[in-house]
C-alpha cells in the first residue's frame, strides 16, 4: 500500500463509518469498502444477499475482541510491520483468521514471521508451531520445523510437551521427528501418551492390542453378519428405525485400537536388547504375552550366531 494512503485508511476509525462487526459485547465500527476489498468472506456477507449486507451488522464467533482489533488494523494499513510486536499465539490467531476469512496477504505475513522466528525457538515452541502447521497440513512449514527440531533439539525430542498434541500429531512426531531416538526411549513415551490421554481405558481385550494383528474385530464382525443372514426376516415397515448406539461405540473402540495398534508397530522391538525389552515393553500391559514371546524370538534370532550344521552330509 501506498505509504501516504496508509496513515489514512488507519485514521478512519469512526469517520464514514457504514458497517458494524461485533465481537463478544465489543463493536468495531468498521467500512465495507475495506473489509470488501480484504476480504471475499466480508464481501461476500456485505454485498452479497446475505442479512449482513441489509442491517450492515455482522456477528463474529471463534474469534476475540483483542485479535481482531489486531486484524482490523492490518487490512486497514497492510503494514506488516506491525505484526513484529505480536507474541506467537497472536499470529497463529491472525493465520487462522486470515485463513477462515479468505486474507492470504496476512496468511502469509504471519507464516513468515513466524518462520523467521522459529530459529531462535526453544523446542516447547517448536512443538507448538509443529502442530499448527499440521492442522493446516503445511507440508513445507512442518519439514522446515522437523529439521530445525532434530538438528538443534535432538536431545530433548520426548519431552513432556508432546504428551499434549493431538493423537494424529502425536503419531507424526513419533514416527518422523523422533524416529532417532531409542527404540526404548520412544516406547515410554508412547506408553506414557496412551495412559495419560486415556487411549486404554476402553479397550479392555488386550488382542485387539496385539502387534502383530488385530483380527477380533473383523471376526466379531463377520459372526454377527452370519447371524443377522440366519435370522433374516422381512422388515416391519410399521416399526421405526432405531439408532444403534452400541454400534457407534464399538466404531470409536476399534478406531482407538487402531491408534493403539499404530502406535505400537512404529517401534522397532529388535533394536533393543533382552534386559531392554524385558525391563520396559516386557512388563508394559499394552503387549499381550503372545506378542511379547513373538518379540523376544525375534530379538534372541537376531542376535544368536549361526549354528553350525552337526554330523556330514550322504551322498
Not at 489514512?8 to 476509525?13: C, G, I
Not at 518422523?176 to 506408553?191: D, F, G, L, S
Amino acid at each position: 500500500m501506498d505509504k501516504w494512503l496508509a496513515p489514512v485508511l488507519s485514521s478512519l476509525s469512526t469517520e464514514f463509518a457504514d458497517c458494524r462487526v461485533i465481537v463478544g459485547s465489543k463493536t468495531f465500527e468498521c467500512h465495507k469498502v475495506i473489509l470488501a476489498s480484504a476480504s471475499e468472506f466480508f464481501k461476500g456477507m456485505l454485498l452479497g444477499n446475505f442479512k449482513e449486507s441489509i442491517s450492515g451488522e455482522i456477528h463474529l464467533q471463534n474469534v476475540t475482541p483483542e485479535i481482531f482489533e489486531k486484524f482490523r488494523k492490518y487490512v486497514y494499513s497492510y503494514n506488516n510491520q506491525t505484526l513484529n510486536g505480536y507474541e506467537n499465539a497472536d499470529l497463529m490467531d491472525l493465520y487462522e483468521c486470515g485463513n477462515q476469512w479468505l486474507v492470504p496477504s496476512i496468511t502469509s505475513d504471519c507464516l513468515s514471521l513466524l518462520s523467521e522466528r522459529a530459529t531462535a525457538m526453544n523446542l516447547d515452541g517448536l512443538i507448538e508451531l509443529y502442530e499448527f502447521a499440521h492442522n493446516y497440513e503445511n507440508k513445507s512449514f512442518i519439514q522446515t520445523l522437523t529439521s530445525l527440531m532434530m538438528t538443534k533439539h535432538s536431545g530433548q525430542l520426548l519431552c513432556e510437551r508432546v504428551l499434549l498434541l493431538g493423537s494424529d500429531v502425536f503419531i507424526q512426531y513419533i514416527t518422523t521427528v523422533a524416529k532417532m531416538k531409542p527404540e526404548t526411549e520412544r516406547y515410554k513415551i508412547i506408553e506414557k501418551y496412551l495412559e495419560i490421554n486415556g487411549f486404554l481405558k476402553d479397550i479392555n481385550d488386550k488382542e485387539e492390542r496385539e502387534i502383530n494383528a488385530m483380527t477380533q474385530f473383523d471376526n466379531n464382525e463377520n459372526e454377527l453378519n452370519n447371524k443377522a443372514e440366519n435370522n433374516k426376516t422381512e422388515p416391519d415397515t410399521q416399526k421405526a428405525p432405531v439408532k444403534n448406539d452400541n454400534a457407534n461405540g464399538e466404531i470409536k473402540g476399534k478406531l482407538k485400537a487402531d491408534f493403539v495398534k499404530s502406535l505400537l508397530c512404529s517401534i522397532d522391538y529388535t533394536k533393543m536388547s533382552v534386559n531392554e525389552f524385558y525391563s520396559g515393553p516386557g512388563k508394559s500391559e499394552l503387549l499381550t504375552y503372545k506378542a511379547k514371546y513373538d518379540i523376544l524370538y525375534k530379538i534372541a534370532m537376531k542376535r544368536s550366531p549361526p549354528q553350525p550344521a552337526f554330523g556330514r552330509s550322504f551322498m
